[in-house]
């Protein structure tokens, strides 16, 4: 069982960059893939990035470019680093643990943490 917490949301501007941080508890952190998704009022939760245990990344279109997704497993940490964002990347921000694959699909994910905001004003 693996336990998440995200830090690191806040309100920015438009052009500007942000960094979010997924602290996961547990020892077998390194075996797990993991996913960054993020939901908006009145939307479905959607994929956002994913990093495997050998680090192999994959990212959704629409951030391709301006996020990077890395871990640490030596720290347990999940990242996002977010850069040249935008008012359509505000929303909640949810990192997930998968024990199988670095998938796109949310109920492939058996843990996530409780989110965090992030706002981006134009």
Known sequence: QVQL???????????????????????????YAMGWFRQAPGKEREFVAAINWSHNTYYTDFVKGRFTISRDNAKNTLYLQMNSLKPED????????NQWIASRTPSDYGYWGQGTQVTVSS
């Open 5 to 31: 917490v995200e830090s690191g949301g806040g309100l920015v501007q438009a052009g500007d960059s942000l960094s979010l941080s997924c602290a996961a508890s547990g020892r077998t952190f390194s075996r």
């Open 90 to 97: 505000t929303a909640v921000y949810y990192c997930a643990a």
